[in-house]
């Protein structure tokens, strides 16, 4: 078998839990880890995690499809702060659960401590006048202090994820891959190969089961944001240099050459 054949048939044996079930998992003293892995690995990974995490399950699937717009000002802004490690910092997407058919505005503030913090609207599709009409002008204003009038989609993505949750119920485990950018600017895009991108999200500093399958995998955190290393592949014209150490390793692992367009 194949890595993505053989890591659907590890998926299949996992337990499910539905988004119900899910409902009861409360990460109120959250923190988020992400690391950044290939299929390959993502193979040994579910294998290991066999009788320890249950497999999140929608109307019999257990792979969800999503698709996210970025949303920025014409300088770039929130693509700077994140480039330039600035803190507290934010991002403003649109996501679209495809399988389900549900749109949200969401707002992404990262503090001083590294904490991230989200919030979101529902709203009814991706569109701008439909982002505007449901209210997402004051909603986007009250949390960064730009409106609709003053920012552009730029980029979007498209990938697939699993979500894992561990058996005591203390952590989620999300892992996207097929990960594919497109610049709403430029009109550019990249895959990414084998690339596999991990958050660990859990209660605190509770045991974590998957922490010791990661090092046993030799897996280490690693930082990775999609509007930005999407921005960067897809848009040579935007400040990039500190980003360029992360492209060269994330290339080796998903065995795809990135390139910043010239």
């Excluded at 997407?93 to 001083?112: A, G, I």
């Excluded at 150490?245 to 367009?261: E, G, N, Q, T, Y």
């Amino acid at each position: 078998m194949n890595n993505d054949e053989t890591i659907r048939s590890w998926l299949a044996h996992l337990t499910p839990i539905s988004l119900d079930e899910m409902s009861g998992v409360k990460l109120l003293n959250r923190t988020d880890t992400k690391f950044v892995t290939s299929k390959a690995e993502l193979a040994a990974l579910m294998e290991l995690a066999q009788g320890q995490y249950f497999a999140q399950q929608i109307d019999d699937k257990r792979i969800a499809s999503y698709e996210t717009t970025y949303w920025d000002t014409p300088g770039h802004r929130f693509f700077l702060e994140h480039h330039n490690k600035r803190a507290p910092r934010q991002k403003i997407r649109v996501r679209t659960y495809l399988d389900s058919d549900l749109t949200f505005l969401e707002v992404k503030t990262k503090n001083n401590h590294g904490r991230t913090k989200k919030k979101r609207i529902t709203v009814p599709t991706q569109e701008g006048a439909d982002l505007v009409e449901a209210g997402g002008s004051a909603f986007i204003e009250g949390l960064t202090g730009v409106t609709f009038n003053d920012i552009i989609p730029t980029v979007q993505n498209n990938f697939r994820r699993i979500t894992l949750v561990n058996y005591g119920k203390t952590e989620r485990l999300t892992i996207d891959f097929d990960v594919r950018f497109v610049n709403m600017e430029t009109g550019l895009s990249s895959g990414t190969g084998d690339l596999v991108i991990i958050e660990l999200k859990r209660d605190g500093n509770v045991f974590s089961p998957v922490l010791d399958i990661l090092r046993q995998l030799r897996i280490k955190a690693s930082g990775f944001s999609k509007y930005c290393i999407g921005s960067i592949v897809t848009n040579g014209t935007l400040k990039s240099n500190l980003f360029k150490p992360k492209l060269v390793c994330v290339s080796k692992l998903a065995r795809h050459d990135f390139v910043i367009p010239q």
